[in-house]
T-cell receptor, first 113, second 113 residues
Framework: NAGVTQTPKFQVLKTGQSMTLQCAQD?????MSWYRQDPGMGLRLIHY???????DQGEVPNGYNVSRSTTEDFPLRLLSAAPSQTSVYFC????????????FGPGTRLTVT | GENVEQHPSTLSVQEGDSAVIKCTYS??????FPWYKQELGKRPQLIID?????GEKKDQRIAVTLNKTAKHFSLHITETQPEDSAVYFC????????????FGGGTRLMVKP
């Protein structure tokens, strides 16, 4: 199993540009989530999904959209990037009926200039 | 929502000494408390976790204790080694709210040889 994968690893955007961060998992996990990690800080929840077709907002959802059309994929969209969205983004997944552990992807480092 | 506070933000110890990191949480409905280790540029990795029906859990040199009444939990690392140097995050999960994690702000542990 590849686990949780994210693309791209690095991205530089100009203010106002849009892009989609990709996240996929091959463990058939129902729960998926997106976190952002700012320098020297903990991870903050952006959006999450408890199954295909179901999404909800986390602690810091403004400026981001998500959708969950399949169990495997959970893309995060930035519609109009702002410098405040410069961060490292981690996708995570979990099997709600299995182990408690949440599995993290390798992260995407995003810089908005 | 849940709020998790973590102390200290930095901790420097001599190799072989013990290290203790403390966290408090606000929501008494939280029932799962993991600890993550994050090395520079890497994803968070689960090192130990505890559920609310257990007071203490140990795995070799690391242990976690939980005091539900006081709503705090701690990570204990004994016989520290230079490779323990990293940022450590505590987290808490409320049973509802999509079962997502709320993270503390992190502790940078430096183990001096």
């Amino acid at each position: 199993n590849a686990g949780v994968t994210q693309t791209p690893k690095f991205q530089v955007l100009k203010t106002g540009q849009s892009m989609t961060l990709q996240c996929a998992q091959d463990m058939n996990h129902e729960y998926m989530s997106w976190y952002r990690q700012d320098p020297g800080m903990g991870l903050r929840l952006i959006h999450y999904s408890v199954g295909a077709g179901i999404t909800d907002q986390g602690e810091v959802p403004n400026g981001y959209n998500v959708s969950r059309s399949t169990t495997e994929d959970f893309p995060l969209r930035l519609l109009s990037a702002a410098p405040s969205q410069t961060s490292v983004y981690f996708c995570a997944s979990r099997n709600p009926t299995g182990r408690d552990e949440q599995y993290f992807g390798p992260g995407t480092r995003l810089t908005v200039t | 929502g849940e709020n998790v506070e973590q102390h200290p933000s930095t901790l420097s110890v001599q190799e072989g000494d013990s290290a203790v990191i403390k966290c408090t949480y606000s929501d008494s409905a939280s029932n799962y408390f993991p600890w993550y280790k994050q090395e520079l540029g890497k994803r968070p990795q689960l090192i130990i976790d505890i559920r609310s029906n257990v007071g203490e859990k140990k795995d070799q040199r690391i242990a976690v204790t939980l005091n539900k009444t006081a709503k705090h939990f701690s990570l204990h690392i004994t016989e520290t080694q230079p490779e323990d140097s990293a940022v450590y995050f505590c987290a808490a999960r409320v049973h509802n709210a999509g079962n997502m994690l709320t993270f503390g702000g992190g502790t940078r542990l430096m183990v001096k040889p």
